[in-house]
């Protein structure tokens, strides 16, 4: 057997050499050489079409810049001008999205896009009447009232305008005059996300006519009361930031889940304990000092208080009952600064997650209990550690716990809260002997 093995690989061996004569020796330098003149030509013919599509790139690139630069400088001059008419043609490149007419069933477009186009009047948008979502940012527009035209809106962007009203148009609606002729279709308006802001308007009108909004976003305006809005009763999220309000009104009983008042020129906090659902609250960039009037606030999970007036930490015991509130901003306040300012927040309001934007870790809750030494804090297991190392010594302290030098602000307000108002005799005097010998007197006096 070895040896049909020994002979078998020689058999192969043999058979896988090359015989190699002059013939064909010189076939295969031909091949060879053959091979490297297709292999260089391939070569250049791939480098001239790759030199080739990239001059076609940049070509294209710089076509399109100018074409960009024109339609730039286009609108920067129509801007200038006051804007320019919107035309159908216009209205037709910016339309995107099908969907079904609720009435008809036929398919239509229901998007469009009209953000940056130096458009002043949107009359021929009325013609388009299955539209949903508008998008007219960055324009000159002054006036809405064309929309009224449209039943199916869903959603309007019409920020870094020129309006001067909020919403002033009004969708038809079936009423005794018109069900028998237009009622069918005169459903009122669906609006339900409205993005107003960066416009010039002064005064919220009556939103009545569009109760089923449910976002609202009156941003960087020059609003200065807060009214109108008492029919919202879908209304979720309200942004007023950057606007001129000093009083918080015109908002009871809200659904709102979230609301924006920074920026404004707000003093006081007032009214917001109407708001039954509220969790996101934002007061940043006022001159607000007292956090009293959040108490009632249960549901708040978010709160944005930074930049303004609070210059006392145990402001925040007003916020010790909102078990929910997992989000506190407090960073450039005069309190702020104050020693361990972050623990002693951290300390009396034990369930936050993150303060100033910054998590509270699981060492800042255990320095926190530690700083007053109260129960819960290491001082009983170092007393006890050193007893039982050194009974006959007394324990020194070297840690003694932090000794709180502000005054308790919650017992101050109820105190405040509990004390007679001008006039108020009754508060005064206990029983009716001393309440008349007092009004007698106050009597005699003038």
Known sequence: LKIQKI?????????????SSPKKALASEEDMAAAKLQSLQRGKKSRKRVEEMRDQKAAAGRIQAI??????????????????????????????QMARNPFTLRHSYVKLDLNNQAVKTIDAISQFTNLQFVEMNNNCIA???????????????????????????????????????????????????????????????????????????????????????????????????????????????????????????????????TLPRLEKLFLNNNEIESLAALRGCHTLRELDIGTNAVSIIRQVEFLVNISKLAKLTLMNNPCDGLEFYRLRVITRLTGLAFLDGNAVSAEEKVKAINLYGG????????????????????????????????????????????????GDFRGMFADTGAFVEGIMSTALQR
């Open 67 to 96: 074409h960009r630069g024109r339609a730039d400088r286009r609108v920067v001059l129509a801007k200038k001008e006051g804007g320019l008419e919107l035309e159908v043609k216009d209205i037709r490149k910016g339309l995107s």
């Open 375 to 422: 129960e819960g804090s290491d001082l009983a297991n170092r007393k006890a550690v050193w007893v039982k190392c050194f009974p006959e010594k007394e324990f020194p302290d070297f840690l003694p716990p932090f000794q709180e030098v502000e005054e308790d602000v919650v017992a101050a307000e109820e105190k405040k809260a509990d004390a007679p108002t001008k």
């Open 143 to 273: 006036d809405l009232s064309p929309l009224a035209l449209l039943p199916s809106l869903l959603t309007l962007d019409a920020s870094n305008n020129n309006l001067t009203e909020c919403l002033d148009y009004v969708v038809p609606e079936c009423n005794e005059s018109n069900m028998f002729a237009d009622g069918v279709t005169a459903i009122g308006s669906m609006l339900h996300e409205a993005n107003l802001s960066c416009n010039k308007i002064e005064k919220i009108r009556d939103l009545s006519p569009h109760r089923f909004l449910h976002h609202l976003d009156l941003s960087s305006n020059n609003i200065k009361t807060i009214e109108g809005l008492s029919s919202l009763s879908m209304l979720q999220t309200l942004s007023l930031a950057n606007n001129q309000i000093s009083k918080i009104q015109g908002l009871d009983n809200l659904p709102l889940i979230s609301l924006d008042l920074g920026n404004n020129k707000l003093k006081t906090i007032a009214n917001l304990d």
């Open 7 to 19: 002979a078998r690989g020689r058999k192969a061996r043999r058979g896988n050499r090359r015989v």
